[in-house]
């Protein structure tokens, strides 16, 4: 821990915002830039690392609180935090997908199977697009029939991509978007001219991992949910930690040095 401690953006010698030496102490152990004039709590800063840090694990906040030593609810205010900003971060990307993208719909939440588009009450319908090579995009809509799909599809995909949907009825004027290829799941034939949607189908199973481990999330809360999922997925092993912290402490160029002391921090 001594160690831990030395570091001199937590102790206070460097300015996390400026990147300079020059940092003296206010009271409530704040301390303030003679650059940059602006000023931070230490303490603060430590568990916000901490908390990050947790979240990154996708440890549960009940869990971390325990672990940090922390109130429950402050640990997963903090948590609801990240998930916002995550969704904004989401929301906010514009790019269009291309290339070859598979489609599809699922449900989450509630308890019985039902058919597509009947029987779907009380499920949040998600839809998906996921671009091979590349990224999912995801979005709650309220119904699946062809206006609402369709329009999604033009959203957020270029003309003329090559499109992977089952044989589901909404997706039949596809064929006049772009190239249309529709899976027969009778058929075993599948990865013949890659014919399947087994990418996106890997990202229901992802996401519904996810979502069982969280019992009990409430229905307001599932767009949420459901981008931080899409963020997980987007961002798989390494470059989930340091795009996080980009997005959350945009203002802060150290995040690389946040990353390693976090990482020391916990382990
Ligand atoms: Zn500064």
Redesign the pocket.
């Known amino acids: 821990m001594k160690k831990v401690l030395s570091d001199m953006y937590f102790l206070g010698r460097k300015?996390?915002?400026?990147?300079?030496y020059?940092?003296y102490k206010l009271k409530n152990k704040k301390v303030k830039?003679?650059?940059?004039?602006?000023y931070y709590s230490l303490n603060k800063l430590q568990r916000d690392m901490q908390i990050i840090y947790y979240f990154y694990l996708e440890i549960s906040a009940r869990k971390a609180a325990h672990e940090i030593n922390l109130d429950y609810s402050v640990v997963h205010r903090k948590f609801m935090q990240f998930r916002k900003l995550i969704g904004e971060h989401c929301n906010n990307e514009v790019k269009k997908l291309n290339g070859e993208l598979e489609i599809d719909e699922s449900y989450f939440g509630g308890k019985r199977k039902g058919m597509r588009g009947r029987g779907a009450k009380n499920k949040t319908i998600v839809f998906g697009i996921l671009e091979r090579k590349g990224q999912i995009y995801t979005k709650i809509v309220e119904n699946v029939s062809a206006e609402t799909l369709m329009q999604e599809i033009q959203n957020k995909t270029k003309k003329w991509s090559v499109f992977y949907t089952d044989g589901w009825r909404s997706y039949a004027s596809l064929e006049q978007y772009g190239k249309h290829n529709i899976i027969d799941h009778d058929k075993e034939l599948v990865d013949v001219n890659h014919n399947h949607t087994n990418w996106i189908e890997g990202f229901w199973s992802f996401a519904k991992e996810r979502f069982h481990k969280y019992h009990g999330i409430s229905k307001t809360n599932y767009p949420l949910y459901i981008k931080e999922m899409e963020f997980r997925f987007n961002n798989l092993a390494g470059s989930f930690l340091g795009r996080f912290i980009q997005i959350h402490l945009i203002n802060i160029a150290i995040y690389k040095k946040a990353i390693y002391f976090i990482k020391k921090m916990v382990h």
Request: aromatic content about 8%; proline content about 0%; charged content about 35%.
């Open positions: 300015c996390i915002f400026c990147d300079k020059g940092l830039c003679k650059h940059c004039k602006k």
